[in-house]
């Protein structure tokens, strides 16, 4: 790989103009994104809806894995029962109200109810509120592992939100969700406590007909009584789960990166900023995703899975996100990114209609943490310095204190590339599909689990 290459330098990709057919297996996007692409309709794009939202996640998950992880292959097996039958109740049940799955991060489900007139809009509330309160009867207090029980948080709002169709490269598209209402249902799941549901102002006076509402502060809502009929999930249904996947640890390198101006950028360029993203991670041989949950919307990236892993990952990260950061440059936009690296759990959660793979464990919140840190750089932990030092020199920063670290964590900046050494880091001539979407597999897309919140 050229000098210029490996300090980021801004260098071409593919064209965002230039993408590709859609080649996402169906069950790993939603089914408001499959409509979009449909019939090869691979355009990107924005769409204001009407809809009503429901968030939910787990309370404490991160401290569950972390836990169980601890037992060795015993307590890892119970972990992805539990977690397998958990996601996959969930998304059953928000199928079979009519409900959508708009992204699946780790513990976390993000869902909609679209709707057309006022009327669809209190159908669609009746529908989410039903769906919630499903959830939480049949899995508040259900067996994770060991002793741990879940408990789930779950707020939902109404109202208008838009949704924007991006990236493209080599066909794999992502479906990025803002607006005011995504805020609101952001609020009320934070606000939520373990066993309830909160409701945003307007999904409370959607109901007012059918459920009881106390006031919890902020202007928002807990549902405590439903008085009319309401019909319950199906649990004899069969959700066509996958199998518990068989999880594993491995050494990861993640980079988790914020673009302040994403949500709110004009539909070209948040393409634009997609479509590079992904480019450019394929080039270093990572994969990538988008990341919607109650943190906002964030671009990941992830070195070492399954068939891509390489001796330099931590270094292929610094390269790929140095190289996205000059990239934004050159387009006037600025962004703040944390690489970690350590051990992690790995596989696929869902069932066959919506699945998605997933990663967890402590890295994500030492990655999260040091992109909230970042002001207009790349940081890193003491692991991918370590790693990477015979690619790059680095500086020190001051520690950070992270949710569940005993002691500060050491933080550091990429600030040379090293000399020409054995092993330097090569990357692809070309952007191109990572893993599989070209006809040998299916490339899943990454989502996560463990971002601590205020509540937890």
């Given at each position: 790989m050229s000098r210029?290459?490996?300090?980021?330098?801004?260098?071409?990709?593919?064209?965002?103009?230039?993408?590709?057919?859609?080649?996402?297996?169906?069950?790993?996007?939603?089914?408001?994104?499959?409509?979009?692409?449909?019939?090869?309709?691979?355009?990107?794009?924005?769409?204001?809806?009407?809809?009503?939202?429901?968030?939910?996640?787990?309370v404490g998950f991160t401290s569950h894995i972390e836990e169980m992880s601890a037992q060795g292959r015993e307590g890892l097996e119970a972990f992805t029962t539990g977690l397998s039958w958990y996601i996959d109740r969930l998304i059953t049940m928000v199928l079979s109200r009519g409900g959508d799955v708009l992204c699946i991060a780790g513990?976390?489900?993000?869902?909609?109810?679209?709707?057309?007139?006022?009327?669809?809009?209190?159908?669609?509330?009746?529908?989410?509120?039903?769906?919630?309160?499903?959830?939480?009867?049949?899995?508040?207090?259900?067996?994770?592992?060991?002793?741990?029980?879940?408990?789930?948080?779950?707020?939902?709002?109404?109202?208008?939100?838009?949704?924007?169709?991006?990236?493209?490269?080599?066909?794999?598209?992502?479906?990025?969700?803002?607006?005011?209402?995504?805020?609101?249902?952001?609020?009320?799941?934070?606000?939520?406590?373990?066993?309830?549901v909160t409701l945003d102002p307007t999904a409370a006076a959607l109901l007012a007909e059918h459920a009881a509402s106390m006031p919890v502060g902020d202007g928002l809502f807990e549902i405590d009584t439903w008085f009319t009929d309401r019909r319950t999930a199906d649990d004899e249904a069969d959700p066509g789960g996958l199998d518990p996947w068989a999880m594993e640890f491995r050494r990861l390198s993640i980079a988790m990166v914020r673009v302040p101006e994403l949500a709110d950028a004009p539909p070209e360029t948040s393409h634009r900023i997609v479509h590079d993203f992904q480019a450019i991670i394929d080039r270093f041989e990572g994969t990538s995703s988008v990341v919607t949950d109650n943190k906002g919307v964030r671009l990941l990236a992830t070195f070492g899975v399954a068939g891509l892993a390489h001796e330099d990952d931590a270094a292929r990260a610094i390269g790929a996100i140095r190289m996205f950061v000059a990239q934004l440059a050159e387009i006037g936009?600025?962004?703040?990114?944390?690489?970690?690296?350590?051990?992690?759990?790995?596989?696929?959660?869902?069932?066959?209609?919506?699945?998605?793979?997933?990663?967890?464990?402590?890295?994500?919140?030492?990655?999260?943490?040091?992109?909230?840190?970042?002001?207009?750089?790349?940081?890193?932990?003491?692991?991918?310095?370590?790693?990477?030092?015979?690619?790059?020199?680095?500086?020190?920063?001051?520690?950070?204190?992270?949710?569940?670290?005993?002691?500060?964590?050491?933080?550091?900046?990429?600030?040379?590339?090293?000399?020409?050494?054995?092993?330097?880091?090569?990357?692809?001539?070309?952007?191109?599909?990572?893993?599989?979407n070209t006809g040998t597999g299916v490339a899943l897309p990454l989502t996560v689990i463990g971002f601590m919140t205020a509540n937890e």
């Open positions: 210029s290459a490996r300090s980021g330098a801004a260098m071409s990709v593919t064209d965002p103009a230039a993408t590709s057919p859609p080649t996402q297996d169906p069950s790993l996007v939603s089914q408001h994104l499959r409509r979009r692409l449909a019939d090869g309709n691979a355009a990107p794009g924005t769409l204001t809806v009407s809809g009503v939202v429901l968030l939910s996640d787990v513990d976390s489900l993000l869902c909609l109810w679209e709707a057309d007139d006022e009327d669809g809009l209190r159908e669609a509330a009746i529908a989410a509120a039903s769906t919630a309160l499903d959830i939480q009867e049949t899995t508040d207090g259900h067996p994770l592992a060991a002793d741990r029980v879940i408990r789930t948080r779950i707020g939902i709002a109404a109202g208008p939100m838009t949704l924007t169709v991006a990236g493209g490269a080599s066909g794999r598209w992502e479906l990025l969700t803002h607006g005011e209402t995504i805020e609101r249902v952001d609020e009320a799941e934070r606000s939520c406590e373990p066993g309830r936009y600025t962004c703040a990114a944390g690489i970690a690296t350590g051990r992690v759990l790995h596989g696929v959660t869902g069932n066959r209609e919506r699945r998605s793979q997933t990663i967890a464990g402590e890295v994500i919140n030492v990655a999260a943490r040091l992109s909230t840190t970042a002001v207009d750089e790349v940081l890193c932990d003491q692991e991918t310095a370590v790693s990477a030092r015979g690619h790059y020199s680095f500086a020190v920063m001051n520690p950070i204190t992270v949710k569940g670290k005993a002691t500060p964590v050491p933080v550091f900046e990429p600030t040379e590339v090293a000399g020409p050494r054995r092993g330097a880091v090569a990357v692809r001539g070309r952007a191109t599909s990572v893993g599989s």
